[in-house]
Each structure stands twice: as C-alpha cells, then as structure tokens.
C-alpha cells in the first residue's frame, strides 16, 4: 500500500502550492480537504464560517479528514486548523506521511488572506494563530520542511524524503 503524504502547516503557508507541484514530481492524486469540506457543503468556507460558525466547519472538516485518509497513494493538503482536533490526526498519520511546511511567518504576513476567515486582513490575527498552533504543527509533524522559499523547492524537498520511505 502506498502511502499518502499529508501536507500540514499555517493558513498561506502554501501546502496546495506545493501539494500542485509534488502532485507533478510524484504523479499522485491531489487531495485538498478544504475543496472536499466546500464540496459536500455546497457553499466556500468563508460562507460556511458565516452560516454555521466555526464548529459546524470543523465537524465538516474532521468528516473530509477521515474520508482523504480512507484514500490510498494521494497528497492531502489540509486545512491550517486540521491539526486542531487530534482524531484528524491520528486519522491522517495512519495512512500517510505528515509534513510540516514551516514558512516563516513574515513571508506569510506579506501575502493577501482576505479570504480566511480567521485569519482576514488582520495580520494580529495571524500572528495568534501561529502562536497557538505551532507546538501542535511541530508535534505530529514527522518532517519539518523549512527554509525553502518556493513551493517547487519544498516540494522536491518532500518528494526526496517520500521516495526515501519507499525504499525502506
């Protein structure tokens, strides 16, 4: 069975920049489980924010984590808060590989998130959100990726250490 890799990291950390270009390196499947959660909701994630609150997206989260886990030999790109509930974890690590994309935060501060809703055009808000998510992205990682400027050079990155495992 071939394992997934499962692409985890701050909201404009780029995991669906680099899940693209690992989809092309490895030609595996793209998962991504905010299109899934978006998909079974009928509507964007900013609307289910304003419809339904935080929670209910969560719930619907938690079902599009267990259903990309269930898959075999894909790249999932998750959600920034998937690591929030430790079922979605514990689902994704069963069947795939986790790896972190630590991007600085600064690089991500620069960039354009008027369509998070947590996040928005507040860059405080972001900044509180890396502070209470970091230790959790740290703890189930099982590679960090940093210092990589590109979602290309992080996804080659991930793409050597994937074929590595392959040959264990």
Same mark, same amino acid.
């Given at each position: 069975?071939?394992?997934?890799?499962?692409?985890?990291?701050?909201?404009?950390?780029?995991?669906?920049?680099?899940?693209?270009?690992?989809?092309?390196?490895?030609?595996?499947?793209?998962?991504?489980?905010?299109?899934?959660?978006?998909?079974?909701?009928?509507?964007?994630?900013?609307?289910?924010?304003?419809?339904?609150?935080?929670?209910?997206?969560?719930?619907?989260?938690?079902?599009?984590?267990?259903?990309?886990?269930?898959?075999?030999?894909?790249?999932?790109?998750?959600?920034?808060?998937?690591?929030?509930?430790?079922?979605?974890?514990?689902?994704?690590?069963?069947?795939?590989?986790?790896?972190?994309?630590?991007?600085?935060?600064?690089?991500?501060?620069?960039?354009?998130?008027?369509?998070?809703?947590?996040?928005? %055009?507040?860059? /405080?808000?972001?900044?509180?959100?890396?502070? *209470?998510?970091?230790? +959790? =992205? !740290?703890?189930?990682? @099982?590679?960090?990726? %940093?210092?990589? /400027?590109?979602?290309?050079?992080?996804?080659? *990155?991930?793409?050597? +250490? =994937? !074929?590595?495992?392959? @040959?264990?």
């Amino acid at each position: 069975m071939k394992k997934n890799i499962v692409l985890i990291g701050m909201p404009g950390c780029g995991k669906s920049a680099v899940g693209r270009c690992l989809s092309q390196l490895l030609e595996m499947p793209l998962v991504d489980t905010d299109e899934l959660v978006e998909q079974e909701a009928g509507r964007t994630i900013p609307e289910l924010f304003a419809q339904e609150g935080e929670g209910a997206f969560r719930d619907r989260e938690t079902a599009a984590a267990q259903a990309a886990a269930a898959m075999q030999g894909v790249i999932i790109a998750t959600g920034g808060g998937m690591v929030l509930r430790p079922e979605n974890m514990q689902a994704l690590g069963s069947t795939g590989l986790i790896f972190f994309r630590d991007r600085a935060l600064e690089a991500i501060l620069g960039e354009d998130h008027s369509g998070r809703p947590l996040v928005g %055009s507040q860059p /405080d808000k972001l900044r509180n959100l890396y502070a *209470q998510r970091i230790e +959790l =992205y !740290r703890k189930y990682a @099982q590679y960090t990726i %940093s210092n990589t /400027d590109t979602a290309q050079a992080a996804a080659e *990155q991930i793409a050597a +250490l =994937y !074929r590595g495992k392959e @040959q264990i």
